[in-house]
Nanobody
Framework: QVQLVESGGGSVQTGGSLRLSCAAS????????MGWFRRAPGKEREGVAC???????TYADSVKGRFIISQDNAKNTLYLQMNSLKPEDTAMYYC?????????????????????WGQGTQVTVSS
């Protein structure tokens, strides 16, 4: 079965960096596209970044220029490099995968299209 396991979260100060990882199994990693989403306390889940099977990427405006999504097909692992972190980036971060035909741009704004989710990893940024 599909399994997604996130890691790499933690507590950092404003301006710091973290790299999240998502180890995937149970599906052909390079054939589907994946994304990172987050949910802050009291807020709706929102898209952070997505990457399709061709390596095309899309980002939320709030993280453009600071975050980079990438994947290693040989390791079946998705990454999110987060730089210049801000307190408003504090949230639980989830990776997700989908077999849908929606575009990654659409999925970024509509998390419901994702089929499988990891358990999440907490990121806390202090000022």
């Amino acid at each position: 079965q599909v399994q997604l396991v996130e890691s790499g979260g933690g507590s950092v100060q404003t301006g710091g960096s973290l790299r999240l990882s998502c180890a995937a199994s149970g599906f052909t990693f390079s054939s589907y596209w994946m994304g990172w989403f987050r949910r802050a306390p009291g807020k709706e889940r929102e898209g952070v970044a997505c990457i399709d099977s061709d390596g095309r990427t899309t980002y939320a405006d709030s993280v453009k220029g600071r975050f980079i999504i990438s994947q290693d097909n040989a390791k079946n692992t998705l990454y999110l490099q987060m730089n210049s972190l801000k307190p408003e980036d504090t949230a639980m971060y989830y990776c997700a995968v989908t077999r849908s035909s929606f575009s990654i741009d659409y999925a970024l704004g509509h998390p419901w299209v994702m089929d499988y989710w990891g358990q999440g990893t907490q990121v806390t940024v202090s000022s």
